[in-house]
């Protein structure tokens, strides 16, 4: 899971890291999963010199957000996934191309979104233990931007992991 | 027709994995281990556990295939696994497998719906930790590869032969190798 989430996030693309991170963070805030949104906010953060602020108005207006309408476009298409994969239409689709989006972004924006729906329900389906300290995230994040998800330790793998 | 340029002759979600081989070699692995590797859950039950989710996600090309292959390893009992699809208060398994369905259910709506009381249920009825890890993992899993399928508008044959054949293939072969023999 962390490979995966290391080439969605992290691997070579045409989308830098900072947005595929606020693509993340978007979906995890929209799951309402504490742990995912708060350690890729600033993993995202980490990205964009520490852009908290950026991160936030993507997170709870990204319409107004000031980002390119390219991403935007993507993610209005996350947004639909987040919900279900069946809401994704030809239009939103066809709106992100002229924006500039490519079929490889198209596909790794619903990848990362598909993705996130999964780690944000095994992160809160299994109760796990989620710090509430925001310097340890601040932490997590410059790890995860800069080291990576192979060889960093977030903390929900360190955690004592018991089902409830 | 896929919003993108999938491979067309690939259903479901064979068409994204061989756009994206990076992508689809993690996803694989994982749901190998997941619906194939030894364990207390018997093969059959954990592929009941991704079609029941899959169903509930409404998502065509995952509940058959899963369907199926939970088809095959249960005798070819398809009806049993129709029941598990739309009745699953009355269908033919234990309690325990009912009491992780249960688990999977609401983790398919949101993982924090699963309750103390759920997770209690499924211990009363024998179930382990791992078993209810797994269950509530291969319940995450399948919400994410139900929203790539659909979410890319990939294609779903309809002759049931097609999903049995490919169960078959699955069954002996495994996700990794018939991946890998589709990639070769």
Not at chain 1, 109 to 124: Q, S
Not at chain 2, 85 to 92: F, L, P, S, T
Request: with cysteine; net charge negative; hydrophobic share 40%.
């Amino acid at each position: 899971m962390r490979e995966l989430a290391e080439i969605l996030l992290r691997g070579p693309s045409s989308l830098p890291s900072g947005e595929r991170e606020m693509i993340a963070t978007f979906v995890s805030t929209r799951n309402d999963c504490y742990f995912c949104q708060t350690s890729h906010r600033a993993a995202a953060a980490h990205h964009l010199n520490k852009n908290y602020e950026l991160v936030d108005a993507v997170r709870f207006d990204y319409q107004n957000a000031p980002v390119s309408n390219k991403l935007k476009a993507l993610l209005a298409i996350a947004d639909k996934v987040q919900e279900s994969g069946r809401n994704v239409t030809a239009e939103d689709v066809a709106h992100a191309r002229k924006e500039g989006a490519t079929d490889l972004e198209i596909h790794d924006t619903v990848l990362i979104a598909a993705a996130f729906c999964m780690f944000n329900r095994y992160v809160d389906g299994l109760a796990t233990f989620t710090p509430t300290d925001q310097k340890l995230y601040d932490e997590m994040g410059e790890q995860l931007a800069h080291v990576g998800y192979g060889k960093s330790k977030p903390a929900v793998d360190t955690a004592t992991v018991t089902a409830r | 027709m896929a919003h993108i340029s999938l491979p067309e002759e690939y259903p479901g979600i064979r068409g994204p994995m061989m756009f994206r081989p990076e992508t689809a070699r993690p996803l694989n692995e994982l749901v190998e281990v997941l619906l194939r590797h030894d364990h207390s859950l018997t093969r059959g039950e954990r592929e009941l556990i991704a079609t029941y989710v899959s169903a509930r996600n409404d998502c065509t090309y995952c509940q058959t295939i899963h369907g199926a292959v939970a088809a095959h390893h249960l005798g070819g009992n398809e009806e049993l696994v129709e029941s598990v699809k739309c009745d699953v208060e009355n269908a033919a398994i234990s309690e325990k497998m009912k009491a992780l369905l249960a688990i999977a259910g609401k983790v398919q709506i949101s993982g924090k719906l699963v309750t103390t009381e759920d997770v209690e249920k499924a211990r009363a009825q024998g179930a382990t930790d791992l078993e209810i890890h797994d269950t509530v993992l291969i319940a995450a899993m399948f919400c994410l590869c139900n929203r790539y399928v659909d979410g890319l508008a990939t294609w779903a044959p309809e002759d049931p032969d097609f999903y049995r054949k490919r169960a078959e293939l699955i069954a002996t072969q495994g996700y990794t190798q018939s991946t890998i023999a589709a990639l070769a």
